[in-house]
Protein backbone atom coordinates (compact mmCIF):
# COMPACT_ATOMS: atom_id res chain seq x y z
CA UNK A 1 0.00 0.00 0.00
CA UNK A 2 1.59 3.32 -1.09
CA UNK A 3 2.22 5.83 1.33
CA UNK A 4 0.54 9.34 0.87
CA UNK A 5 2.80 11.73 1.48
CA UNK A 6 1.43 14.91 2.92
CA UNK A 7 1.94 18.02 1.46
CA UNK A 8 2.32 20.57 3.98
CA UNK A 9 1.12 24.36 3.25
CA UNK A 10 3.36 27.62 4.53
CA UNK A 11 1.77 30.15 6.44
CA UNK A 12 0.96 33.21 5.58
CA UNK A 13 3.16 34.28 8.13
CA UNK A 14 6.11 32.70 6.97
CA UNK A 15 5.38 34.73 3.53
CA UNK A 16 5.36 37.83 5.39
CA UNK A 17 8.46 37.46 6.63
CA UNK A 18 10.48 36.26 3.91
CA UNK A 19 8.97 38.98 1.65
CA UNK A 20 10.00 41.96 4.47
CA UNK A 21 13.87 40.20 4.01
CA UNK A 22 13.41 40.69 0.62
CA UNK A 23 12.54 43.86 0.52
CA UNK A 24 15.04 44.82 3.84
CA UNK A 25 18.03 43.56 1.47
CA UNK A 26 16.59 45.57 -1.72
CA UNK A 27 16.84 48.33 0.74
CA UNK A 28 20.04 48.14 1.92
CA UNK A 29 22.13 47.63 -1.44
CA UNK A 30 19.95 50.65 -2.43
CA UNK A 31 21.63 52.44 0.45
CA UNK A 32 25.08 51.19 -0.51
CA UNK A 33 24.58 52.29 -4.63
CA UNK A 34 23.38 56.26 -3.10
CA UNK A 35 26.12 56.34 -0.63
CA UNK A 36 28.31 55.42 -3.43
CA UNK A 37 27.52 57.76 -5.84
CA UNK A 38 27.73 60.77 -3.27
CA UNK A 39 30.61 59.99 -1.19
CA UNK A 40 33.28 58.56 -4.24
CA UNK A 41 35.40 57.83 -2.08
CA UNK A 42 37.82 56.92 -4.79
CA UNK A 43 37.69 60.38 -5.59
CA UNK A 44 39.67 61.35 -2.37
CA UNK A 45 42.40 58.74 -2.81
CA UNK A 46 43.07 60.02 -6.49
CA UNK A 47 43.13 63.98 -5.37
CA UNK A 48 45.61 62.97 -2.75
CA UNK A 49 48.02 60.72 -5.11
CA UNK A 50 48.18 63.69 -7.40
CA UNK A 51 48.49 66.55 -4.94
CA UNK A 52 51.42 68.96 -5.34
CA UNK A 53 53.96 69.91 -1.58
CA UNK A 54 52.81 73.00 -0.82
CA UNK A 55 55.89 75.44 -1.95
CA UNK A 56 57.04 76.49 1.19
CA UNK A 57 57.38 80.36 1.23
CA UNK A 58 60.93 81.99 0.55
CA UNK A 59 62.96 83.45 3.22
CA UNK A 60 64.46 86.91 2.90
CA UNK A 61 67.88 87.41 2.28
CA UNK A 62 70.37 90.09 2.30
CA UNK A 63 70.94 91.79 -1.21
CA UNK A 64 73.88 93.67 -2.76
CA UNK A 65 74.22 96.81 -1.82
CA UNK A 66 74.45 99.08 -4.65
CA UNK A 67 73.69 102.37 -2.80
CA UNK A 68 74.76 104.72 -0.09
CA UNK A 69 72.57 108.08 -0.05
CA UNK A 70 74.63 111.60 0.40
CA UNK A 71 73.17 114.26 2.40
CA UNK A 72 71.06 116.82 0.39
CA UNK A 73 72.12 120.04 1.51
CA UNK A 74 69.52 123.27 0.57
CA UNK A 75 72.14 126.17 0.40
CA UNK A 76 70.92 128.47 -1.95
CA UNK A 77 72.51 129.62 -4.98
CA UNK A 78 75.73 131.46 -4.58
CA UNK A 79 75.98 135.14 -6.32
CA UNK A 80 79.19 134.82 -9.64
CA UNK A 81 82.68 135.16 -8.42
CA UNK A 82 84.11 138.40 -8.74
CA UNK A 83 87.51 137.41 -10.85
CA UNK A 84 86.71 136.05 -14.46
CA UNK A 85 85.41 133.85 -15.94
CA UNK A 86 82.06 134.35 -14.26
CA UNK A 87 81.11 131.52 -11.56
CA UNK A 88 77.64 130.04 -12.74
CA UNK A 89 75.02 130.11 -10.11
CA UNK A 90 75.64 127.07 -8.34
CA UNK A 91 72.85 125.12 -6.83
CA UNK A 92 74.49 123.00 -3.78
CA UNK A 93 74.20 119.19 -4.16
CA UNK A 94 71.14 117.48 -4.80
CA UNK A 95 70.38 114.34 -3.02
CA UNK A 96 72.82 112.05 -4.71
CA UNK A 97 72.91 108.39 -4.67
CA UNK A 98 76.44 106.35 -4.59
CA UNK A 99 76.72 103.24 -5.37
CA UNK A 100 78.72 100.22 -4.69
CA UNK A 101 82.27 99.88 -6.63
CA UNK A 102 81.96 96.06 -5.27
CA UNK A 103 79.35 94.45 -3.82
CA UNK A 104 78.20 94.71 -0.88
CA UNK A 105 75.13 93.48 0.35
CA UNK A 106 72.27 95.22 2.35
CA UNK A 107 69.06 93.83 4.61
CA UNK A 108 66.76 95.12 7.48
CA UNK A 109 67.39 92.20 9.34
CA UNK A 110 71.27 91.22 8.76
CA UNK A 111 72.92 88.28 9.91
CA UNK A 112 76.06 89.49 11.09
CA UNK A 113 76.87 92.14 13.77
CA UNK A 114 78.25 95.59 13.67
CA UNK A 115 81.48 96.67 12.22
CA UNK A 116 83.86 98.19 14.62
CA UNK A 117 86.14 101.38 13.80
CA UNK A 118 89.04 99.03 13.50
CA UNK A 119 87.88 96.86 10.80
CA UNK A 120 86.26 100.18 8.37
CA UNK A 121 88.67 102.65 6.60
CA UNK A 122 86.90 105.73 5.56
CA UNK A 123 88.37 107.59 2.76
CA UNK A 124 87.50 111.22 1.70
CA UNK A 125 87.54 111.92 -2.12
CA UNK A 126 87.44 115.05 -4.39
CA UNK A 127 87.23 114.64 -8.02
CA UNK A 128 90.26 116.98 -8.84
CA UNK A 129 93.15 118.12 -7.40
CA UNK A 130 92.32 122.28 -7.73
CA UNK A 131 89.51 123.77 -9.00
CA UNK A 132 89.23 126.78 -11.31
CA UNK A 133 87.16 129.92 -10.68
CA UNK A 134 83.53 128.63 -11.64
CA UNK A 135 84.63 125.10 -10.88
CA UNK A 136 83.10 123.76 -7.63
CA UNK A 137 84.74 120.47 -5.79
CA UNK A 138 82.83 117.32 -5.61
CA UNK A 139 83.10 115.62 -2.81
CA UNK A 140 82.42 112.06 -2.08
CA UNK A 141 82.84 108.85 0.66
CA UNK A 142 84.97 105.66 0.29
CA UNK A 143 84.77 103.02 2.82
CA UNK A 144 86.25 99.43 2.64
CA UNK A 145 86.02 96.65 5.14
CA UNK A 146 89.29 95.95 5.98
CA UNK A 147 88.52 93.03 8.74
CA UNK A 148 88.21 89.45 8.24
CA UNK A 149 84.37 89.50 8.64
CA UNK A 150 81.50 90.57 7.05
CA UNK A 151 79.71 93.35 9.58
CA UNK A 152 76.90 95.64 9.39
CA UNK A 153 76.86 99.85 9.25
CA UNK A 154 74.28 102.59 9.41
CA UNK A 155 75.91 104.20 6.17
CA UNK A 156 72.21 106.26 5.76
CA UNK A 157 72.39 110.67 5.93
CA UNK A 158 71.51 110.52 9.22
CA UNK A 159 75.57 109.32 10.16
CA UNK A 160 77.31 111.09 7.45
CA UNK A 161 78.95 114.41 7.63
CA UNK A 162 81.68 116.25 5.20
CA UNK A 163 83.23 119.22 6.49
CA UNK A 164 85.63 121.84 4.18
CA UNK A 165 88.03 123.67 6.18
CA UNK A 166 91.29 125.94 5.69
CA UNK A 167 93.89 125.76 8.90
CA UNK A 168 91.69 125.68 11.63
CA UNK A 169 89.06 127.80 9.89
CA UNK A 170 85.41 125.99 9.33
CA UNK A 171 83.83 126.70 6.12
CA UNK A 172 81.38 124.27 5.44
CA UNK A 173 79.21 121.71 6.80
CA UNK A 174 76.94 119.66 4.86
CA UNK A 175 75.03 119.14 8.43
CA UNK A 176 74.39 122.62 8.95
CA UNK A 177 71.55 122.79 6.19
CA UNK A 178 71.07 118.95 5.89
CA UNK A 179 67.46 117.92 4.90
CA UNK A 180 65.14 114.64 5.44
CA UNK A 181 68.23 112.34 7.23
CA UNK A 182 67.70 108.81 7.04
CA UNK A 183 68.93 105.82 8.21
CA UNK A 184 70.40 102.89 5.98
CA UNK A 185 72.10 99.46 7.18
CA UNK A 186 74.67 97.87 4.80
CA UNK A 187 76.46 94.64 5.42
CA UNK A 188 79.93 94.80 4.03
CA UNK A 189 81.55 91.56 3.19
CA UNK A 190 85.18 91.06 4.00
CA UNK A 191 87.60 93.09 1.77
CA UNK A 192 84.99 95.02 0.12
CA UNK A 193 84.72 98.57 -0.95
CA UNK A 194 81.83 101.40 -0.91
CA UNK A 195 82.09 104.58 -2.69
CA UNK A 196 79.99 107.65 -3.65
CA UNK A 197 78.89 107.51 -7.49
CA UNK A 198 77.40 110.70 -7.56
CA UNK A 199 78.73 112.98 -5.15
CA UNK A 200 77.88 115.97 -3.10
CA UNK A 201 78.94 119.13 -4.32
CA UNK A 202 80.36 122.15 -2.51
CA UNK A 203 79.48 125.46 -3.40
CA UNK A 204 82.87 127.31 -2.09
CA UNK A 205 80.38 129.56 0.37
CA UNK A 206 80.35 129.52 4.19
CA UNK A 207 77.71 127.49 5.72
CA UNK A 208 75.94 128.38 8.84
CA UNK A 209 72.86 127.08 9.95
CA UNK A 210 71.06 130.76 10.19
CA UNK A 211 72.40 131.10 6.70
CA UNK A 212 70.93 128.45 4.54
CA UNK A 213 68.66 130.12 2.61
CA UNK A 214 70.93 133.17 2.36
CA UNK A 215 71.90 133.49 -1.05
CA UNK A 216 74.39 136.06 -0.33
CA UNK A 217 76.73 134.08 2.03
CA UNK A 218 80.29 134.63 2.26
CA UNK A 219 82.59 132.89 -0.51
CA UNK A 220 85.83 131.30 0.14
CA UNK A 221 88.63 132.55 -1.15
CA UNK A 222 90.57 131.29 -4.07
CA UNK A 223 94.24 132.46 -5.78
CA UNK A 224 95.59 129.32 -4.88
CA UNK A 225 94.44 129.14 -1.46
CA UNK A 226 94.52 125.53 0.13
CA UNK A 227 91.19 123.43 1.90
CA UNK A 228 90.86 120.20 3.13
CA UNK A 229 87.77 117.76 3.64
CA UNK A 230 87.08 115.54 6.06
CA UNK A 231 84.20 113.21 6.16
CA UNK A 232 82.29 110.58 8.72
CA UNK A 233 79.88 107.76 7.88
CA UNK A 234 78.67 105.81 10.97
CA UNK A 235 80.40 107.04 13.53
CA UNK A 236 83.85 106.58 12.02
CA UNK A 237 86.10 109.38 10.93
CA UNK A 238 87.96 109.45 7.60
CA UNK A 239 91.63 107.97 8.59
CA UNK A 240 93.11 111.65 7.30
CA UNK A 241 91.83 114.44 5.25
CA UNK A 242 92.08 115.32 1.61
CA UNK A 243 93.31 118.48 0.18
CA UNK A 244 92.86 120.42 -2.68
CA UNK A 245 92.84 124.10 -4.28
CA UNK A 246 90.65 126.75 -5.42
CA UNK A 247 91.78 129.42 -8.04
Known amino acids: MATERVRRRTSPAVYRRRRLMLLLGILLVAALVAWLFIAQPWRGTAAEGTAAAPTPSATPTAQGATEVPVPTDETPAAPPAPSPPPTPSSTPAASSTPSASSEASASSKPS ?92 RTRSTVESCQDPNRQRAPGAGSSYHVSVGIGGIPSIETKQFLLF
Do not use: H
Open 112 to 203: AGPCVASEIEVVALTDKESYQAGENPQLSIQLTNRGTRDCTLNVGTTTQSFTVSSGADTWWRSTDCQTEPSDMVVLLTAGQTVASAAPLTWD
